[in-house]
Structures are given as C-alpha cells and as structure tokens.
C-alpha cells in the first residue's frame, strides 16, 4: 500500500501537476479540478501495482536478511526456492487484482476523464466543443465522409453534424446536415431535430428531414470509438473486449495507418502483461533483497527505481520495433516478462548455491 501511494504520488505529479497546475491559475473550478485529478488516479495506480511489488520485496527481504530471518530459514534446510513460493504467490495474487482494476474500474474513468478534459479546454479556450471526422468504408470503397463540429464521446454524440455520401462509382451523390446526431446500437446513429438533405454534385435542395433517417444516406457503420481510434495514443479508455473489437475495425478500414493497427494490437497484450509485471517483479526483487551485510531502507529504493527504470526502457525499445514492424506485438508485450523471469530464476539459482 506504501508503495502503490508513493509511486502514484510521483507519476501524478510528474506528469499531471503542471497541467492541473494551469487549471487553477485560469480560475477552473476547485471541484472540477478535484473530479478531473481523481479520475486520473485509476489509471495511475494500475500501472503502480507491479513497481510496489518489487519496493515491498526489495524492502521486507532486506529486512528479513539484515535481521538473520533468511540465515535461519536455510539453516533449517529450507531452499531459496522454498522461500520464495509465498512471494510468487502473492506476487500473482496482486497480478490478479491489477488486471481486475484495469478491466473494471480504469476505462470508465479515462473515459469521463477525458470528456472532462475536452470540456474544461473547450472553456478555456472559448471553442463550442471538439470537431472531428470520420471516413466511411465499405468492402474498401469510401461510402460516406462525417464531419462534426462537436463530437461527445461520453454521450456518444455528434452536433452539427455533415455526412457527405458517396455511390458505387465513387461519386458525390447527397449531402446531409442534422443538427445532432446520436448513437444508439451498430450501424444505428438516430437523427435528433431537424436535417437538410441535399443532392449533389448541383447542392438542390432535396428534403427536410425530421427525427428520421433518409434512405439516400448509407447507415454509418461506426460507433463512438472508432471516431477516436485513429488518433488514439492513450489506451486506458477500452477493456480488453473493446480493444479486440477496435483491432479488428481498424484492420477492416484502410485510412488508418498500421501503425495504429500496432499501436492496438500492443496496447491489447499490454492489458495482461502489465499486471503480470508484478509476479517478475516480486521474483526479480526478493532474491535481491537477500544480503550478506546490513543496508538501510535507501538502498532497496534505489534498486527499485533502477529496475523500473530498466524495464520501462525495454519495454519503450521493443514497442518502437514493433512500431517499425521488426517483431510482432505480442512478442514485444511479452519480451520484457519473459527476460524479467530468467533474471529472476538466475538470481534466485545464484543466491541458493
């Protein structure tokens, strides 16, 4: 519990203390303020879990050598290995908690975090909401092109909306303006208030359109996350399910880059070899914490820190390889597991014998 305090406490004001910084000296609202640096907490501490595993077995096997506890174990014929048993399993059991944490509780509140967000800069930038767009395809030809001056994820709206159709050669065929349009199921987006609907490419008059989709439109076969997976970096805001189901979208819509196919793909692995990270961890960090001579507390938090750092470093190296499509994304999502477990079988090998 320290450890997931303090590393949140750091993470949070490393990189969000500025901005939450910003907000209060441009006079947005204390509570505001408050409800926005809450809902980044989730998201913080499920990546804290596994860094707090390594601090706590760094911490409590330093203890446990510099009180002789170790000396007197293997004394009684118990094995490094024995010893380390409990500590996989707590390690596991924390893994276990995160990826609950992470499945449950971190993609809602990124999601309302980030609507907030979008609100906040929207007044103090004087702007009347945030504009997007989204291209339409269909057995890989372009159907529709939407534009939006206001897109609300959370709401799964999109106001002042255009959608510009396109038929089977290609061509601009009608040209619809709605005033709000809102998302109820796949394939479903349900017109709200009024909507003019013109032909083109002459942009005559055609109809007005009332609470009714007109036939002259394609269905838009997107939902909310699709209008953000393209320029999508944060990942938080989908469970593993919702990020399987964006995979295969993007696979099936040729304007986004595979880049951001990649992107998904490690972000997807990352769901279950971030929680993982703290079962190695506790493997790396226990045998570690077993020494001969009596160190205080600073030293386990300095090996911590240096791991991490180590471990961020080779994940950040093999997920640009990735990127550059060198390996496949799984194998960089698990690359750093798999060499953080040899260490830890070679150091707890090393202090058995």
């Not at 909310?224 to 819509?253: G, Y």
């Amino acid at each position: 519990m320290f450890g997931v305090a303090i590393f949140t406490v750091l993470i949070m004001a490393g990189t969000y203390l500025f901005r939450i910084t910003e907000y209060f000296v441009k006079g947005v609202g204390f509570l505001t303020v408050a409800e926005f640096s809450l809902l980044l907490l989730p998201g913080i501490m499920a990546k804290t879990f596994p860094m707090a595993v390594l601090l706590a077995t760094l911490l409590s096997f330093g203890r446990l050598s510099s009180d002789s506890e170790v000396v007197a174990m293997r004394a009684c014929g118990t094995s490094l290995g024995r010893i380390m048993a409990p500590v996989a399993g707590f390690g596991l059991a924390v893994a276990l908690l995160a990826f609950s944490f992470n499945e449950l509780l971190v993609p809602g509140a990124a999601v309302r975090a980030t609507t907030l967000q979008g609100q906040i800069a929207a007044k103090l930038e004087g702007s009347t909401g945030k504009p997007t767009s989204y291209t339409v395809f269909e057995k890989g030809k372009v159907r529709a092109v939407v534009w939006a001056r206001d897109f609300n994820f959370a709401a799964g709206t999109l106001r002042g909306a255009f959608v510009v159709a396109y038929d089977n050669r290609g061509q601009t065929s009608f040209f619809l303006e709605a005033d709000e349009l809102e998302y109820k199921d796949q394939e479903n987006w349900r017109m709200v208030g009024e909507g003019k609907l013109l032909s083109l490419p002459y942009g005559q008059s055609y109809a007005k359109v009332v609470n009714a989709w007109p036939p002259q439109i394609p269905r838009l076969s997107m939902t909310p996350q699709d209008l953000i997976t393209a320029q999508l970096r944060d990942l938080d805001s989908f469970s593993m399910s919702q990020m399987a189901e964006q995979i295969q979208r993007a696979r099936d819509n040729p304007k986004i880059p595979r880049s951001q196919v990649i992107n998904l793909q490690y972000g997807y692995w990352n769901k279950i070899t971030l929680p993982l990270a703290a079962l190695v961890f506790a493997l790396v960090g226990a045998p570690l914490g077993v020494r001969s001579h009596r160190t205080g507390a600073a030293a386990g938090f300095w090996i911590a820190v240096i791991i991490i750092f180590a471990y961020m470093l080779m994940s950040n190296l093999l997920a640009i390889a990735a990127q550059s499509e060198a390996m496949p994304a799984w194998v960089a999502s698990f690359g750093p597991l798999f060499i953080g477990v040899c260490v830890g079988a070679f150091l707890i090998y090393k202090k058995n014998h």
